[in-house]
């Protein structure tokens, strides 16, 4: 009796340790395990604004433990320095000190995101240059930096130029920059959108508790559903894209294609279910880019969060569009260059930044030409196949593991594509064509069905949300990986 209450106590013990090869990510037990009864408690606070407050950064910081250790010391005392910072800005009546202060906080916010992420990176190339034998140092990525760093940057800009106010208590700017659905990977929230919705009055109806509900459910079958199912294929091609014939190489584009949609749009969806779930709202982060007849919709709709921040902290900061044409194109090119650079210390990533820089600007420079089209069918799926295709071929430099294996496959697919390949693909790999041909399908659905479907869902009866909740909970059991397997955006 005893041994057995001691392996349930080592056991409970286990699921509040930090564990590397387990991150406690939205698709996992352990997370729903912890969420319902956080939800429990925050029903019982939600009204109470400091009770709720202190409550909700407890849980997102042990939240970010589960997913990235002792790190979460980091993210609080970011947060403490950028908040005494945002008070000595609006404290200080002269510019060039406010300036100062302004750029004190973005040396300490990027300079932290700058060692972990990018140290590696630029000792590897100046030892390129020099030709000197370097080891890299052993750098832990902790996760979702990028993102908050970001929400920290923007935070100090708009408290410089007067579009938000500090908040009152560092606690309140912690809730904001730890608050957990979105800390590791998204969407990033502003601080001027975001803030206000702390202090106004919290009132969680059945409606939106179930309204949240049906944007987890969509985001878990995408994401352990479809994603991870589809990515066994990928993967595949991925790592050995010779192997197999061209068109088995353009299904594994196509594949990923699709797979980094699903995952991504899939933690969105789970993240804002969860915040409307706490009386929250973190905005759209995807407006189905797949749709996009040119290059310039896409980034409308893809990552909206952060081409939105790359638009307002980057592109326009650098002229946007009120210097002339060329500088228009350059801003274009060089804000995709950082966008490509935030995604990872690796060429390849700014090189795929770069060719979206590239799209933009043709896109731009034969705007007026191509305003004169006429506005057929078969001119919109040409616009939109040049899109989707220039897209698909651009996320092998997002996937591939180096410049090398990413122009392997490409060709690959030019110089052994064979249509005979078609029927025994599809024969052997029957399951993986239907969730991508449905894939394509929902993707062109009308954005009124969806929300149709949510408000029905949402006044059905308890019976059917159970069963739809048994449904989902089947799916990712029949289609599961042997592992869980993490968010892409987790390494960004």
Excluded at 20 to 49: A, N, Q
């Amino acid at each position: 009796m005893r041994e057995i209450f001691h392996d349930i106590l080592y056991n409970l013990s286990t699921l509040f340790q930090f564990r590397p090869d387990e991150p406690m990510i939205f698709t996992s037990g352990t997370f729903w395990l912890f969420f319902i009864v956080f939800l429990l408690l925050y029903s019982l606070l939600y009204k109470r604004k400091w009770q709720m407050i202190v409550f909700v950064i407890v849980f997102s910081l042990f939240f970010y433990y589960k997913s990235s250790g002792l790190f979460f010391l980091m993210l609080a005392a970011t947060s403490f320095a950028d908040w005494l910072i945002s008070k000595r800005i609006t404290r200080t009546e002269k510019k060039r000190v406010k300036k100062i202060w302004v750029f004190l906080s973005l040396c300490l916010s990027l300079g932290i995101l700058g060692y972990f992420k990018y140290a590696n990176f630029f000792l590897i190339n100046w030892n390129a240059i020099v030709q000197q034998n370097f080891q890299p140092l052993d750098i832990v990525l902790p996760v979702g930096i990028s993102f908050y760093t970001f929400q920290s940057v923007s935070y100090i800009i708009d408290v410089y130029k007067g579009r938000v106010a500090p908040t009152r208590t560092w606690l309140e700017y912690l809730f904001y920059l730890s608050f957990f659905p979105q800390l590791v990977a998204g969407p990033i929230v502003r601080a001027d959108y975001f803030l206000p919705q702390i202090g106004r009055e919290h009132r969680v109806s059945s409606s939106a508790i179930y309204t949240g509900l049906w944007l987890v459910l969509l985001g878990i079958i995408k994401k352990a559903v479809v994603a991870d199912y589809i990515a066994q294929y990928n993967d595949l091609i991925f790592n050995s894209p010779t192997a197999y014939s061209g068109f088995e190489n353009l299904m594994g584009i196509w594949g990923y294609t699709m797979q980094i949609y699903c995952d991504f749009s899939g933690y969105s969806d789970m993240a804002i279910g969860i915040t409307i779930m706490m009386g929250f709202d973190l905005g759209k982060n995807f407006n189905y880019p797949y749709q996009s007849r040119n290059l310039t919709d896409f980034w409308r709709r893809w990552h909206i969060s952060l081409s939105s921040w790359l638009r307002d902290y980057v592109y326009i900061p650098l002229g946007g569009n009120r210097k002339g044409t060329f500088r228009t194109y350059l801003n274009n090119f060089l804000t995709m260059l950082i966008g490509g650079l935030w995604h990872g210390a690796a060429w390849k990533f700014v090189f795929w930044g770069g060719m979206h820089g590239v799209g933009l600007m043709i896109h731009k420079a034969a705007k007026p030409w191509l305003d004169k089209l006429p506005d057929t069918k078969f001119i919109t799926f040409i616009s939109w196949f040049l899109t989707f295709s220039y897209v698909s071929f651009l996320w092998v430099f997002f996937r591939a593991a180096s410049f090398e294996d990413s122009w392997k496959l490409i060709t690959h697919v030019f110089t052994d594509f064979n249509p005979v390949h078609i029927i025994p693909f599809i024969q052997v790999r029957s399951v993986w064509c239907i969730m991508m041909t449905l894939v394509f399908a929902v993707h062109f659905i009308p954005s009124h069905v969806y929300e149709t479907l949510s408000a029905r869902f949402s006044h059905s009866s308890w019976l059917f949300k159970l069963c739809m909740f048994i449904i989902v909970v089947q799916l990712v059991i029949q289609f599961r990986s042997e592992d869980v397997q993490p968010f892409i955006y987790f390494q960004f």
